[in-house]
């Protein structure tokens, strides 16, 4: 059985990622305004991702016997300055997420709830590879600059990428 508190933590954290999925999804929409249909396309696949993770906290929570509740989101922003400065807004986002996760991880860990323990390690090592890959991606847009050839370059890679 699962204590009250890492069941509020866990439905917390399930709530912010259907708001990530958001998030990501608002993002697509900005790309597509600026017709990059790559970016949109990755942010698109990001949406689903977050969507995954909410499930995999609903998930758990379910296995656990914990009573699931979905609440009510804020709206997500809806537009940034340049592309650039929506994978910043990504990135520091995606920090505040891994610290988030820090903060269940410890709550399991005084909790002496060693299933979530297991089950936060997964999340533990995909926020260090979201962290990266955003990274990535704004180091290759600030080589891009203004540039629209490369800017065009690099729309068509960031389409490469598929869900899951
Ligand atoms: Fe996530
Ligand atoms: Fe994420």
């Known amino acids: 059985m699962i204590g009250k508190k890492m069941t509020d933590a866990l439905n917390l954290q399930m709530n912010r990622e259907f708001f990530n999925a958001r998030l990501y999804l608002s993002m697509a929409g900005y790309f597509e305004s600026l017709n990059m249909p790559g970016a949109a396309q990755w942010m698109m696949a990001q949406s689903q991702e977050e969507t995954g993770h909410a499930m995999r906290l609903y998930g758990h929570l379910r296995e ?11 709206a997500p922003p809806e537009t940034w300055d340049n ?4 994978f910043e807004a990504a990135y520091e986002h995606e920090s505040k997420v891994s610290r988030e996760f820090d903060e269940h991880y ?5 909790e002496k709830d060693n299933a979530t ?12 590879e979201e962290e990266s ?32």
């Open 83 to 86: 592309p650039l400065a929506a």
């Open 64 to 74: 656990r016997g914990a009573r699931i509740m979905v609440s009510a989101l804020d």
């Open 117 to 128: 323990i297991i089950f936060l390690q997964w999340f533990i090592t995909e926020q260090v």
């Open 133 to 164: 890959s955003v990274d990535e991606i704004i180091q290759k847009l600030k080589m891009a600059g203004e540039h629209r050839g490369s800017l065009f370059m690099l729309d068509r890679m960031l389409g490469e990428r598929t869900a899951g």
């Open 106 to 110: 410890a709550l399991a860990q005084d």
